[in-house]
């Protein structure tokens, strides 16, 4: 039985520009430096999280693209 789902690339496309996002965010902030630090860590957490969620929700469609397709 073939699946014609495919990943949702999109959806990690916003997960990366909300990286993007908060981490400048970060920078322009007026926190101390422990603030800063706190809050890279807490953005990276929480991107890796979103990420895992991604791969899981997404995990058999993955299984199942074709690798050896053109873009």
Do not use: C, Y
């Amino acid at each position: 039985m073939q699946n014609n789902t495919r990943p949702k690339w999109r959806l990690l496309n916003l997960i990366v520009i909300l990286a993007f996002g908060l981490l400048a965010l970060d920078a322009h902030a007026h926190f101390s430096q422990a603030g800063h630090e706190a809050a890279e860590i807490g953005i990276v957490l929480v991107i890796f999280g979103l990420i895992g969620v991604w791969l899981h929700a997404n995990a058999d469609a993955i299984r199942n693209e074709p690798w050896n397709r053109r873009w």
